[in-house]
Structure formats: structure tokens, C-alpha cells
């Protein structure tokens, strides 16, 4: 059967979107990719920790053998593949840079602004270049108190609807974990559980609840990604990665500290995107930085595993062309 990426000619003609020589050398090649995002750095982690992660990730995925693309936006250019120098800039900039979702870019771009881009812009832009592996953190989900708020991330409109698979360390407390699941089940997004049978809870390896399939190998993830595909099921999937056990926070301790953080955010009345950033640095600050080297050790993690996969999934396409 022929197979072309659903979405690969539109880099072709699209002047608003700008992919690096390296991330354009190695999708020329079929040449594993791995998308990254910025608003993690932007907005989920202090100067200098952040600069010094956003490196050193990018470290781990060529070590591993594939190319890293950071993505943001910068003055109003769609970005794929920044350069230290520009991560250093959004990482110095920190929560000055506009946090970018989907709704934000077309006004970024007609008003040559810089954005970070949260899960949901990274995911349409890695789209747009023809990368499918992303590796981040955490996910946006549903909020705990969503029957007040609907506070829905954008991040899982994006999962439906844009062909990337998503590596994370699972879904953290601060939101409604059986909610999330119910919602990524009712838009047909699968979440895997790489080693694992439940989903990690970011902080933690286990939250109670099971994942959709466990599957152990990288190979086995990059097939479901292709017959996903292949059959036009549009959207993403979620691959959840437990933190490794070393780095993993104590649960009742960081429940306590999440509830607490999410106690203070609705008595100083935030909401909307200023939500997510708030609870992350509350929470680093409550663990006097612990959960901020977490945060770090796990996106490493993710990284890695988000190369394997990619990896896994250029040699598939390589092998059915040849
Ligand atoms: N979770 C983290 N760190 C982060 C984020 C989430 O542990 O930096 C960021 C991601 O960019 C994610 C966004 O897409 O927060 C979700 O924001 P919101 O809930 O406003 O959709
Ligand atoms: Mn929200």
C-alpha cells in the first residue's frame, strides 16, 4: 500500500514556518526527529534550570541518534529547530514570553511576536514540519474543580485532532486524573504506559488508575503509530514514562503539597493559562527544589524514550520503502 505523511507538503509552501538546516537535512533523510517544546521552558522551570534542561535534552536525543527540534515562535516565524542562542533567549525572558497555544498564533505571527508554545502549539507546528515524536514533561488535562472552572487544557483538543505522539511522564495530581482519561477516551486518544500498567502520576510512578496498553518495547509503539495513521485515525497518542524510581517524590507528601497549592491559586483568584505555571513553581518552592530536579531527571527520561521511538518509527518507513 502507498503511505505518504497525511500532512508532509504543507511545509512546502508555508512562508510562516521556518525548520533548521539540521531538522530539514534529516526529514529530507526520513531521519529520526524529536519535537520539543518551549513553554516548559519559558514557563515551567526558573533561570537557569531551564536553559541548562533545554540543552542538555537536546544532548540526550542526539546522543541517542536522533535530531532534536526545539519549536517556538519567533518574531511571528513558526520555528522548527532554534538555536542555543534562541533558547537561551526564551529561557532568560522566562514568563515575559507570551505562552502560546493554539488559539495565541495566529496573532502572534500577523503581530511578529514571540511565543513559547505549550503541548498543543508544539504538536500543531511539529505537525505542519512532518515530525510525529514529541517529547515533554508533563501534559496539560482536565483541572481538579472543573465543574466551576471548565478549565480543560487546549492540550487534549490537540491529542484528537494533530498526528504526534506525545512521550510524558504521565498525569500529575495538580489535575483531575480520572477525568483526563475519560476525556482522552471520549476523543479516541490512546495512552500507553511504556513498562507500565498504570499511568505515572509525573511526581510519582503509579496514580491508581490503569492505562489503555502497557507496552514494553519502543518497536511496539512506533506499529501502533503507523497503523494509526496509516487508517487516517487523526490525533495524537499519549506514551506516559514513569519517572525513574530514584528521582520519584514521596505520594503523600506531594498530594499534600499539591492540595495546598491548588488551595492557595483559588484564594488569590488565578485562572485560565497563568494556572499551570503558578502551580508548578508553588509546588517548587514547597519542596525547596525537589520537585524541580524531578521535573528535570524526567524529561531526560522522556527524551530518551522519545528517540527510541522515533527512531523505531523512521526505521519502519524506511523498510517499506526499500
Ligand atoms: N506540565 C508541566 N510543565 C509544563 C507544562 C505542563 O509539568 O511546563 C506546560 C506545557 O507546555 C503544557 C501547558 O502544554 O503547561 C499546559 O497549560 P494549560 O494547562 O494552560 O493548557
Ligand atoms: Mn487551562
Not at 535534552?57 to 541517542?64: A, K, L
Not at 511571528?76 to 507570551?98: D, F, H, M, T
Not at 508533563?138 to 492540550?155: L, Y
Not at 503523600?252 to 483559588?266: P, R
Amino acid at each position: 500500500m502507498e503511505y505518504t505523511e497525511p500532512d508532509m507538503g504543507l511545509k512546502m509552501n508555508n512562508r510562516n514556518l521556518i525548520i533548521s538546516d539540521d531538522a530539514t537535512n534529516a526529514l529530507q533523510a526520513g531521519a529520526p526527529l524529536v519535537a520539543l517544546e518551549s513553554t516548559i521552558i519559558s514557563h515551567g522551570m526558573p533561570y537557569p534550570k531551564n536553559i541548562e534542561t533545554a540543552l542538555q535534552v537536546e544532548q540526550v536525543i542526539r546522543e541517542n541518534g536522533a535530531t532534536p527540534a526545539t519549536i517556538a515562535i519567533v518574531q511571528g516565524k513558526l520555528r522548527v529547530g532554534l538555536s542555543p542562542k534562541e533558547i537561551y533567549y526564551l529561557a532568560n525572558k522566562g514568563q515575559n514570553v507570551i505562552k502560546a497555544s493554539r488559539r495565541d498564533i495566529p496573532f502572534l505571527i500577523a503581530q511578529n511576536k514571540d511565543g513559547a508554545t505549550t503541548v498543543a502549539g508544539t504538536m500543531l507546528i511539529a505537525a505542519m514540519a512532518g515530525i510525529r515524536v514529541f517529547a515533554t514533561g508533563g501534559i496539560g488535562g482536565v483541572h481538579r474543580g472543573v465543574e466551576q472552572s471548565m478549565d480543560v487544557s487546549a492540550d487534549l483538543e490537540e491529542l484528537a485532532k494533530t498526528n504526534v505522539a506525545v512521550v510524558c511522564a504521565g498525569v500529575k495530581s495538580v489535575l483531575d486524573i480520572p477525568r483526563t482519561i475519560e476525556y482522552l477516551e471520549t476523543k479516541g486518544v490512546p495512552l500507553i504506559g511504556f513498562q507500565s500498567d498504570e499511568l505515572p502520576a509525573f511526581y510519582t510512578r503509579s496514580s491508581g488508575f490503569k492505562v489503555d496498553y502497557r507496552i514494553d518495547k519502543p518497536r511496539h509503539i512506533a506499529e501502533a503509530m503507523k497503523v494509526k495513521w496509516q487508517l487516517n485515525l487523526k490525533g495524537g497518542i499519549v506514551i506516559t514514562n514513569p519517572v525513574p524510581e530514584e528521582y520519584a517524590l514521596d505520594a503523600q507528601e506531594i498530594e499534600a503539597i499539591i492540595s495546598s497549592a491548588i488551595s492557595e491559586m483559588n484564594q488569590l483568584g488565578i485562572t485560565g493559562k497563568a494556572t499551570t505555571p503558578f502551580l508548578l513553581e508553588t509546588i517548587a518552592d514547597k519542596t525547596a527544589g525537589r520537585s524541580l530536579d524531578t521535573n528535570i531527571q524526567l524529561v531526560l527520561n522522556n527524551a530518551k524514550l522519545a528517540t527510541q521511538v522515533a527512531v523505531e518509527y523512521a526505521q519502519l518507513n524506511f523498510n517499506q520503502e526499500h
